[in-house]
Each structure stands twice: as structure tokens, then as C-alpha cells.
């Protein structure tokens, strides 16, 4: 995400949610996820928290106060360019993902776009 004014919200990977499936449950589950993410107004809400905080930050359900994310979590990281929040970047998945492999890949992440963003720094 990339914030300000006219920001833009990029999603990919949603795929990538179908291979938890262990029930048809689930199914539907995803089904409705896929449509808040479409609406994108919930993960701008979410995305706009994340920057107000430094460092990687983790939301699992409902705890962001969004209860349209209960039975999933997020774990974003801000990035800036020159000293500047200027996005997000973010992983969503279900409360039981490996936090432990997923949270240092965000975080490098947003320091790697950081560094890209900031090259004299």
C-alpha cells in the first residue's frame, strides 16, 4: 500500500489462501474474505493502523477492531523513503500460520523497499 492521498492498494497471492483449506467450511470463509479484500476499504483501514506504528505489527483476528478479519491474521510493516512512511507491506493468512517464518520475511521485506526507496541513506 502506498499511502497519502489517491494511494493505491496492490493484493496478490490469494491463491495462496486456498491451500489451508482443511474443511469446506472454509470455503466460504475465504469466499467472504476475497470479497472484503475486493472492497479494499477494509485493508486500507488496517494498512493506514500499521503505519502509525513502527516496526512489524501483528493483528490476529478481530484484535485490529476489524471483525471483518476475525479467523485471519495480518502481519504488516511500514517502509518509507527518506526517513517518510510511504506504504505497507503485509501478509494475511489464517490466526494458525507460521508467524515464526512469516513475520522476519515482512519485516526484511519492508527494509529491503526501504533501502530501495532511500538510496542515500
Same mark, same amino acid.
Given at each position: 500500500?502506498?499511502? /497519502?492521498?489517491?494511494?493505491? =492498494?496492490?493484493? +496478490? /497471492? ?5 491451500? !489451508? ?12 474474505? &476475497?470479497? +472484503? =479484500? #475486493? *472492497?479494499?476499504?477494509t485493508m486500507l483501514r488496517l494498512l493506514d493502523l500499521a503505519q502509525r506504528g513502527e516496526g512489524? *505489527?501483528? &493483528? $490476529?483476528?478481530? #484484535?485490529?477492531?476489524?471483525? *471483518?478479519? %476475525?479467523?485471519?491474521?495480518? $502481519? ?8 517518510? @512512511?510511504?506504504?505497507?507491506? /503485509? @501478509?494475511?493468512?489464517? !490466526?494458525?500460520?507460521?508467524? %515464526?517464518?512469516?513475520?522476519? $520475511? @515482512?519485516? $526484511? !521485506?519492508?527494509?529491503? =523497499? ?8
Amino acid at each position: 500500500w502506498t499511502g /497519502g492521498q489517491g494511494g493505491s =492498494l496492490i493484493i +496478490r /497471492g490469494q491463491a495462496r489462501l486456498l491451500e !489451508t483449506i482443511d474443511q469446506a467450511a472454509r470455503v466460504s470463509e475465504i469466499k467472504r474474505l &476475497f470479497e +472484503r =479484500l #475486493e *472492497q479494499q476499504e477494509t485493508m486500507l483501514r488496517l494498512l493506514d493502523l500499521a503505519q502509525r506504528g513502527e516496526g512489524v *505489527q501483528i &493483528f $490476529i483476528g478481530g #484484535e485490529s477492531g476489524l471483525a *471483518q478479519l %476475525d479467523g485471519w491474521s495480518v $502481519i504488516t510493516a511500514p517502509y518509507e523513503a527518506n526517513g517518510q @512512511v510511504v506504504g505497507s507491506v /503485509g @501478509v494475511i493468512g489464517p !490466526t494458525r500460520m507460521a508467524y %515464526d517464518r512469516v513475520i522476519p $520475511i @515482512v519485516d $526484511i !521485506t519492508a527494509r529491503l =523497499l526501504s533501502s530501495a526507496l532511500s538510496p542515500n541513506s
